[in-house]
């Protein structure tokens, strides 16, 4: 089993949230950047597959300060010497799919294959409204997603076809596309030039610009993983069983974990492809381990304090929670394997709420008490 972890991006301790406009005091992000990068190198260290950010922007508050995913995997990779960047993900109705199909490509070959990404919808409207890709596209949220309105349909929209021309700008040396919200080249072509027509391919006998290519190609071929981030709507499910994506389900509800890859799999098949539980879904929770029932209760209530702030209010349902013991913590991990057949476990942690050294010692445990019961250490170094 392969482990991942996956910060939130908080800056800032609960006290110093509570003061206000946490996000902007360069005091407490240039301390965030250096307790990353100390998790990372440590996490390296101790034989994590990845480690990995969502994308959002506009977090004053300090909640969630990951506004670029692919200069931040950058800065995971550049501290890392085997271990993976993970992007979960770009928030793909706030982009265009060009120019993030060529930045992954790049990132891809910066870090030499170790990058895997992800692509989400966006779910917080006062970032996803300012950023939108398209006039009148907006954030998305589970209540939009049950009733199915006018909102939801554009963002799943603009989110599927903008997926669907990565894959494309990164399995094809030149290519075009027109779409209900994309075209490339633009309506007519473009400006063509000699050197297009010497060199390279896409332009017409008239000079015109008909296809386009990105450069680099990625350095994983045909292209890094996919993840879905965080799925859980059995369209959703559906998309990611035909573009071959491994959907991330952070649920303690593990008959909806196993109805959704059960979707997966028959979707998969009726789009020709042969897919298992491993294929269709990774699983994890926020790691809360400890011996001490007072600290898991402290841990809980602090945990909770950021959600209930700041999740629940957009409509997020608090994620699985793994804690206690690393007895009981791996009971869980194992009953839930052996329902759903995972081999990717991602882990969510206390990055910004607690302490370093307290981070620190809990991923030391997990990976010394709780790992080794579900991997083994490969030649590199990497748990497997």
Known sequence: MRFHLMQTGVVGRRHEIEAGMAGQRPELYQRFLEEVRGYVQLADELGFYGYCQPEHHLQIEGFEAN?????????????????????MGYTMTTHNPVRVAEEIATLDHMLQGRLYCGFTRGYHARWVDSYAAKEGISATTPDNVKARDEQDAKNRSLFEESVRVIKKAWTSDVFSHKGEHWEFPPNGGSTGHPAYAKYGKGQDADGIVREIGIAPLPYQRPHPPIYGGFA????????????????????????????????????????????????????????????????????????????????????????????????????????AHDRLGFDELFLMFGQGHLEPEANQEELEQFVS????????????????
């Open 369 to 384: 008490k709780v790992a080794p019961r579900f991997s083994v250490k490969a030649a590199d170094g990497t748990l497997v």
């Open 67 to 87: 506004n670029h995913p692919g200069m931040f995997s950058l800065f995971v990779g550049q501290h890392a010497k085997r271990m993976h960047a993970g992007i």
């Open 232 to 335: 859980a709507s059995m369209r959703t499910v559906d998309f990611w069983a035909r573009e071959e994506g491994k959907m991330i389900v952070l649920s303690d509800n593990l008959d909806f974990c196993e109805t959704l890859n059960n979707r997966y799999i028959e979707s998969a098949a009726k789009a020709g492809r042969t897919a298992t539980g491993a294929d269709a879904s990774a699983w994890g929770g926020f790691l809360m381990l400890t011996d001490d029932k007072d600290r898991a209760a402290r841990l809980l209530e602090e945990h909770m304090w950021f959600w209930d702030e700041w999740f629940i209010p957009l409509g997020q349902r608090p994620p699985n929670v793994l804690i206690g013991t690393a007895d009981e913590i791996a009971d869980k991990i194992g009953r």
